[in-house]
């Protein structure tokens, strides 16, 4: 396959957005249209060919057509610098780690830190992506939260995964959300490592915590073996973390944990075969078609959101409203909202000294409004 080469006077190279291991990324525009660079680093472990990689990279974003991958525009060669960038479509959008780091949207659609519509939508898109990929025989080797964009469309959540630099071989990812198998040497690698990759990004995803901190690759694998598969106590610095996850299950029908636990097992055998499976443990409402259900975006199949997911707030706040949602008629505002505060505190969350601390923010003089009309259409719904 020829690679387009690029008109240097139809590309603008703008400051820079990124750095990973091997790639600088920088903003762009080509022909008019917005754009990403990306060059291989001074300082890269690449020494042989680095242009291959660019290349690569290229060819395997070339052969898509998905709503969720970005489109390659072609590679150009700088003769100032001597630099040979790729060229790529850039999405609109922030990088789901900075959405994670900031807790949550304010206003937003990425509301509690739980398996809600908003969690279930990117999770499905960016399932979607993962499917296809598999279907057309790629793994993409380096799923973590930096490598997912999200942004707002009206009142969806749309998701890109981008940085496909990690699609070969022998590349091991990021070592915190790389599957052990990538880590070890000669090891046979399939889809499942990917399934491993995408169950801790579910995991940060519904806590703010990724699970593994080792970098090392000895020492990686060591962590990945002894939890939560080997049995072992949960890292302490885990724990607020997994009662999060505690609080998501018995809030919801669909028993997240149990799925996410399978997906992080060190063993390949003992995790859900595909992302399809994996989707299906974690919600039954996330079936995704199987290759041989015919052409079409599998985008088709992303969720209808709920009235009540514009809601933004913590997890324990949202338990509790859907409690007061299906047991109590509200008058609605701040003083009936501070008083149902007090009532379903002492009778509902006795054990929880910040329970009604949390409630009453729902009364803030600024939020209120914007609450009652929530709720209000929540009723309506009901």
Request: hydrophobic share 40%; proline share 8%.
């Amino acid at each position: 396959m020829t690679i387009p080469r690029l008109d240097p006077s139809t590309v603008t190279i703008g400051r820079a957005m990124a750095r990973s291991r091997r790639f600088e990324v920088f903003e762009a525009t080509c022909g008019g249209r917005a754009a990403v660079a990306k060059r291989v680093s001074a300082d890269s472990p690449v020494r042989h060919g680095p242009e291959r990689l660019l290349q690569r990279e290229y060819r395997t974003l070339h052969r898509f057509s998905h709503a969720a991958i970005p489109k390659p525009y072609g590679i150009l060669d700088d003769a100032q610098s001597g630099a040979q960038y790729l060229v790529l479509e850039r999405r609109a959008g922030r990088p789901l780690s900075e959405v994670i780091a900031a807790g949550m949207l304010r206003r937003g659609r990425l509301g509690a830190r739980e398996w809600e519509d908003s969690t279930r939508d990117i999770v499905l898109q960016l399932g979607a992506a993962l499917a296809y990929l598999h279907d057309h025989g790629v793994l993409h080797n380096d799923i973590k939260p930096a490598n997912v964009i999200v942004h707002a469309a009206g009142d969806r959540i749309m998701v890109s995964l981008i940085d496909f630099e990690a699609s070969g071989p022998s590349d091991a990812g990021t070592p915190q959300y790389a599957a052990p198998e990538r880590q070890t040497d000669g090891q046979q690698v399939d889809e499942r490592a990917d399934v491993f990759s995408l169950g801790v990004l579910v995991f940060e995803l519904l806590t703010g915590m990724c699970p593994y901190q080792a970098v090392d690759p000895d020492a990686s694998r060591a962590e990945k073996r002894a939890w939560p598969a080997g049995g072992g106590s949960t890292p302490d610095r885990l724990v607020p973390a997994m009662h999060y996850l505690d609080m998501a299950q018995g809030s919801s029908e669909h028993k997240v944990w149990p799925a996410i636990r399978r997906a992080l097992d060190p063993s390949p055998a003992m995790r859900p075969a595909s992302i399809r499976s994996f989707l299906g443990e974690l919600d039954p409402a996330l079936v995704l078609p199987s290759q041989s259900d015919g052409p079409g975006p599998l985008l088709a199949v992303v969720l209808v959101a709920l009235a009540c997911a514009a809601l933004v707030l913590p997890v324990h706040d949202s338990v509790v409203l859907r409690w007061l949602l299906g047991r109590t008629e509200l008058t609605l505002c701040a003083p009936a909202l501070e008083r149902l505060a007090r009532t379903v505190c002492k009778g509902y969350h006795a054990g929880d000294p910040q329970c009604e601390t949390r409630l009453r923010r729902l009364a803030a003089p600024v939020e209120c409004p914007n609450r009652v009309q929530q709720l209000q259409t929540c009723l309506r719904k009901r």
